[in-house]
């Protein structure tokens, strides 16, 4: 397993390539779901081609393409293509019908075909958003709070903890290396111990696993530790190497 209090330049790069995947799916109004189909289905491809010289932002372009074919949300390829083309290349116009359009349009279809390859020509997902939904709308009846109560920030609990997994995408340890069920009660623990929320019963740290193993009968503080480091590791690398590959490119 990977060290959860450090990451490798190489897992750097991916977090700038995860964010310039979450904007252009922002664009093109794609789902939760499908970002993160999206950012699996990379992650995986971007391993396997570890240390070759394949283009990282048509490998970011193609998983977008083949995550929204395979959740079933249509977006138009010509649009695919402009977003993401003009999301890494801002100052340039819009891309007409011409040969550079076909061009991509070319790379993108066999850069699917070849992903496919790479995944063994079979995509399956098991994200950590159903679990979360479900354990926060079960455990907020017992807390007889709602998941839609305004808290300090003004915030409800759902679009914080929503928020939270969709930044666990930029971690491919926290995807390969956990459970789904098991990240999803660790961002409700997370939510549970920054705003203060009590829960019936827990009257201490140690009594928090109670209600975790009514989720997840696998579920243990070690388990919970570890998802947590992690966390606190992806928030601590990825703003500060976001910021390192704006400068460079201001450079």
Known sequence: MTSLSSVTNEE??????????????A???????????????YHKCSCHLEGTDFDQYTLAATALSLASKYEEE??????????????????????RISNEYHRLRNTLVDCELF??????????????????????????????????????????LIDIAMSILQDTYYDFTLIKDFAPQHVAIAII????????????????????????????????????????TRINTVYKYVERTLEQSIETKAD
């Open 115 to 156: 992903l496919i390859r790479i995944h063994g020509f079979h995509f399956q997902f098991n994200h950590p958003n159903k679990y979360l939904l479900h354990y926060l709308d079960t455990l907020s009846k017992w807390m007889l709070i709602t998941p839609s109560t305004p808290i300090k920030t003004n915030r409800n």
């Open 27 to 41: 664009k093109l109004r794609l789902s939760i779901v499908t970002t993160a189909s999206a950012a699996v289905i």
């Open 74 to 95: 249509h977006v138009k390829i010509r649009d695919l293509i402009n977003v993401t083309y003009r999301t890494l290349h801002p100052d340039r116009p819009y891309l």
């Open 12 to 25: 750097k790069k991916r977090y700038v390539i995860i964010s310039y995947m979450f904007e252009c799916a």
């Open 189 to 228: 623990y997370l939510l549970i111990k920054t705003y203060n929320l009590e829960i019936p019963g827990v009257t201490n740290d140690d009594e928090h696993i109670n209600w975790m193993k009514v989720f997840s009968s696998t579920m243990t503080n070690d388990i919970l530790v570890d998802i947590i």
